[in-house]
């Protein structure tokens, strides 16, 4: 079997059995991440084992940080057992027994009359994630959060997250520890640039309510113009993997202090590959910090990550841990009998046309053909651009921009757009080519239907798309939608070639 990563297992000081390669997973899960795992990494993990490298890291005395800051309001506090159940039934929030009490109104949130009127004119309340992980997270526990895609956990990390630095000394949230090597507190790792991006950006919304200072460091764009937050200093820092990577190696960014870590979109780290990479800055952060992962389905991979990474976690789980989609996104599955024609996505595109607001993300699963679409659409008089992996990030962020402001109706992508990504105003995700992984389905179409939104996501299916076909349907049937007769029949076309 191909095996890339030499199986190593080891403890750290909390106790729990670290494998560099669980499971050999890697050779089966993503062909994508084989190139990834760079010798130097693995070297890395090789020195880290060593007994020196254990010594010093005992050595170092690190300074107590307060971990449980959670203020429970009186209204809270209150809450019989009765009320709570019913936030939790009406939430579908699976939890533990013995966690905090679910809030149920944004007031109830301890920070301050300020936030909380810019929170109500943006939002009504919590959502169910939001309600019952805020009052886990504040009290200083880890954290596994499961939830349905638009359903505002980036906000449910964000708040507690700088709520957490701002509750530290001033001089210990972040540390200058010489010229350009900053050790902050607090650090945010996402699979992709653009969902870096955005999660900056709404981390820039809220820090000016928590006096914390952030900085975003992300592959693809020029060191230098992000260098500038090691001269500056920062409490939070957000990024991508590789490029968080490049500068804890060049001994400009120093994990040592991090006491809270937050793993966004888990799930989509593993599959591309990012195994190691997670373990390795992990790996760099305080033992007693406070950690947070997110993912919204959970295989047994995201449960090995959660098992080394987090410590007596709380789970909070919306709903059940099947793969599910928003009610609120109405799916609409095209059976085609032969190879998909352009005449299939002329009828699909001038029925879109037809709605008032039809800005609309249009999925390939290549990026040759997510190019040539973009062309024939634009030869047809649309305004359509494209973006996948093998665009230059400047041109990636012109098109995600256009697209965010309303100059363009239409954005054709490959899975570079499909996860995390949170962009006003989508009313329709078109799946040109259906994925061939159901979980890659749930996240496309999450990218309509955001907050409390209406969406509706066509898929166009062809024979080759047989063996995903039974799993579309259980998928639907759970989110309530029709199933037609002939995606039936193709399902059991599958069968019938394979049994
Ligand atoms: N309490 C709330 N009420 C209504 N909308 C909210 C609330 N909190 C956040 N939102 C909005 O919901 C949208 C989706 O939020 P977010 O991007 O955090 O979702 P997510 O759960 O991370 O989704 P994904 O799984 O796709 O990453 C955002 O536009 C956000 O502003
Ligand atoms: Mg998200």
Avoid at 216 to 221: A, D, E, P, Q, V
Avoid at 410 to 436: C, M, Y
């Amino acid at each position: 079997m191909y095996r890339l990563v030499p199986r190593v297992v080891y403890s750290n000081e909390r106790g729990f059995s670290f494998d560099a390669n669980p499971s050999g997973y890697r050779d089966s899960w993503s062909t994508r991440s084989r190139g990834r795992m760079k010798k130097e990494y693995m070297n890395d993990f090789l020195k880290e084992l060593s007994s020196e490298h254990q010594v010093k890291e005992k050595e170092k005395v690190l300074k107590p940080f307060r971990k449980d800051i959670y203020i429970e309001n009186e209204t809270t506090k209150k809450r019989t057992d009765e009320a709570v159940e019913e936030i939790r039934k009406n939430g579908r929030i699976l939890v533990p027994s013995h966690v905090p009490k679910p809030i149920k109104h944004l007031k109830e949130l301890q920070f301050g009359e300020e936030l909380n009127l810019e929170l109500y004119s943006k939002f009504q309340m919590p959502t169910p994630i939001q309600s019952q992980s805020w009052p886990v997270i504040l009290s200083g526990h880890d954290l596994i959060g499961i939830s349905e895609t638009g359903s505002g956990k980036t906000l449910g990390f964000m708040l507690p997250a700088l709520a957490h630095l701002q509750a530290q000394e001033l001089f210990q949230r972040q540390t200058i520890v010489g010229s350009n090597r900053v050790a902050p507190m607090g650090i945010i790792v996402a699979p992709v640039r653009e969902l870096a991006r955005q999660i900056n950006q709404v981390a820039e919304d809220y820090k000016k309510f928590f006096d914390v200072e952030t900085a975003l460091f992300y592959g693809g764009s020029g060191k230098d113009s992000q260098f500038v937050h090691f001269r500056r200093g920062f409490h939070l820092c957000i990024g991508t993997p590789g490029r968080l990577m490049d500068f804890i190696k060049n001994g400009n960014l120093d994990l040592s202090n991090v006491s809270f870590c937050v793993i966004d979109e888990a799930d989509t780290m593993l599959s591309m590959g990012f195994y190691p990479q997670i373990q390795y800055i992990v790996n760099k952060t305080r033992k007693d910090r406070q950690t947070l992962l997110w993912t919204a389905t959970w295989p047994s991979e995201v449960r090995d990550l959660a098992k080394n990474v987090t410590s007596k976690p709380i789970k909070i789980d919306i709903g059940s841990e099947d793969l599910r989609t928003k009610e609120n996104i109405k799916q609409e599955i095209i059976v085609t009998k032969g190879r998909l024609q352009y005449s299939t996505l002329d009828d699909l595109f001038n029925k879109i046309l037809e709605e008032p607001n039809h800005k609309t993300l249009v999925f390939t699963n290549t990026r040759n053909r997510a190019d040539k679409l973009m062309d024939v659409m634009r030869r047809n008089g649309l305004k359509v651009a494209s973006i996948h992996g093998l665009k230059s990030q400047d041109n990636r962020e012109r098109s995600l921009d256009q697209f965010r402001k309303g100059y363009i109706d239409f954005l054709v992508a490959t899975d570079v757009a499909s996860r995390g990504l949170d962009i006003q105003g989508i009313k329709n995700v078109v799946n040109v080519d259906f994925p061939t992984h159901i979980v890659q389905y749930i996240h496309r179409i999450g990218r309509t239907a955001r907050g409390e939104k209406k969406g509706m996501a066509y898929s166009i299916l062809t024979p080759a798309d047989a063996t995903v076909a039974k799993d579309l349907i259980k998928v639907l049937k759970d989110s309530k939608q029709e199933v037609s007769p002939a995606l039936l029949k193709l399902s059991r076309t599958d069968e019938k070639r394979w049994f």
